[in-house]
């Protein structure tokens, strides 16, 4: 029998915290201490710089200096920061209704769904508004296993598809070390990168050897219950690998043979990034289900699971549970909406388009000067840089990429790398679609000085 414990003496100091804006003003050095002591650290270290502001394509630090932020946030703020019509949506959803009763909807959650499904294809016009990208492929794979029956899921070598159970067993680029048994019956294809083919067999040119022979490994394990084939249009997390022509095609016409659904997660790509509004507008299909989160929200938590009438009308009837505190939540829906207007007002895909094509001329001529660039790819405004320590032997170079991408932040540019085991160091470049040339001339300016000051 363990000891009671004695009331009268509290178990926390919360009576005497002083909590007032004043005993909370800290310098910085006192800001870090706080960090080490109080914060979780949930990915590696932070970032060594305490962002007060943040406009357009700038951040701003807490001594005012200015970061030109090449990955749009954690890839979320394609208008830039702060966009003067998502601050105005939240002020109006603060004086409206900011939170409700889960299965209660507001008219900003109706007027979503409308705009949003007047932009998708017939096959796509039920959607389910939540948070997080983790949480619409969670949702996307539980309705495609209530719909098939089956429970099955195929994903790509490189792919990230989130943090929850579902969405995280069917990512298979890093987080799986550590954690115990994903949920059974996740299967992987190999990514088609043809900078590291994964079956040794191409260079520089995918011909689609690693998917038949990866369709052939994942039927073979199968046990026969197919629920889905989730896919990111471009595999970001994973280097930015983007997929050879027919790919999907192939992958749609897999999934219709064995009665499974197509989930694809444009959580990154939809909504102008690449070049058109969405991804699978320049794949030529349209998938069972499309996710989307982080380019909805503009960077506000919004995400959306669309699917087709007929797998709505099924799930529903076979009594489909999806049921979070925030979902249809009204104040991100009026973010939503805000960012469609937006989109919709200037033509932000076109721009990315043009935007991409000056961005990846840029890297191209650094990469004429750069030994230790070896590889520049990606489409629209999500472009992939692969650093190596040889060109020929493509021997990836974590450490160069490291102090480059350091060396960035101190002058002043805010880059993303990936150094996955097997998979090279990639910065993914990803400014928000209004980013301006003067700005792009400036990331590259900085990068350039960069790459040289580590040489
Ligand atoms: C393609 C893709 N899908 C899903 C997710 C997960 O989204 P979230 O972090 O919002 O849960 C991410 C996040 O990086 C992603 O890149």
Not at 77 to 91: E, F, K, R, S, Y
Not at 257 to 267: H, K, S, T, V
Request: glycine share 10%; charged share 20%.
């Amino acid at each position: 029998m363990p000891d009671t414990h004695d009331v009268s003496t509290p178990l926390t100091p919360a009576a005497s915290a002083d909590l007032t804006p004043a005993a909370n003003v800290s310098s910085d050095e006192e800001m870090w201490d706080i960090v080490d002591h109080h914060l979780v650290r949930y990915g590696g270290s932070f970032a060594p710089r305490l962002i007060e502001r943040a406009r357009g394509s700038y951040l701003y630090d807490r001594q005012g200096r200015k970061i030109l932020d090449f990955t749009s946030g954690q890839m979320c703020a394609t208008l830039g920061h702060n966009h003067p019509d998502v601050v105005q949506a939240i002020h109006k959803a603060c004086e409206d209704v900011l939170h409700l009763f889960s299965g209660m909807l507001s008219p900003t959650v109706v007027e979503l769904a409308d705009s949003l499904c007047q932009l998708l294809p017939p096959a796509l016009q039920k959607a389910l508004f939540l948070n997080t990208g983790s949480e619409a492929n969670e949702a996307a794979l539980r309705m495609a296993k209530l719909h098939t029956g089956g429970f099955e899921v195929v994903g790509l070598s490189a792919s990230w598809h989130g943090m929850t159970a579902g969405a995280s067993a069917s990512t298979f680029v890093s987080a799986r070390k550590g954690y115990g048994p994903t949920m059974p019956g996740n299967l992987a294809l190999p990514t088609p990168n043809c900078y590291r083919c994964p079956i040794r067999h191409c260079q520089d040119q995918c011909d689609m050897t690693c998917l038949e022979v990866g369709l052939d490994l994942v039927d073979s394990q199968s046990v026969g219950a197919y629920a889905a084939l989730i896919v990111e249009p471009v595999l970001s997390a994973g280097g930015v690998v983007v997929p050879p022509e027919g790919y999907f095609q192939r992958l749609q016409a897999y999934c219709q043979e064995r009665g499974m659904l197509l989930i694809l997660d444009e959580a990154q790509t939809a909504f102008g990034r690449l070049g058109s509004f969405f991804a699978f507008e320049q794949l030529g299909l349209v998938p069972d289900i499309l996710t989307l989160s982080k380019t909805l929200g503009g960077g506000l938590p919004l995400a959306a699971t669309v699917t087709s009438e007929a797998i709505e009308v099924d799930c529903y009837e076979k009594g489909f549970i999806y049921y979070t505190s925030h979902v249809s939540d009204p104040m991100p829906a009026a973010v939503g909406l805000a960012v469609l207007r937006v989109l919709a007002g200037q033509n932000l895909a076109e721009q990315a388009t043009t935007m991409g094509a000056y961005l990846k001329d840029g890297l191209l001529k650094l990469k004429d000067r750069y030994e230790a660039i070896g590889d520049v790819r990606g489409r629209g405004l999500l472009l992939g840089v692969e650093l190596v320590k040889d060109r020929t032997t493509r021997e990836p170079d974590p450490e160069k990429g490291a102090a480059i991408t350091r060396r960035c932040l101190k002058l002043g540019l805010s880059m993303n790398i990936t150094a996955l085991p097997g998979m090279g160091s990639v910065w993914r470049i990803a400014p928000p679609l209004t980013v301006t040339y003067e700005e792009l001339d400036e990331g590259l300016a900085i990068l350039d000085q960069a790459i040289r000051d580590c040489q």
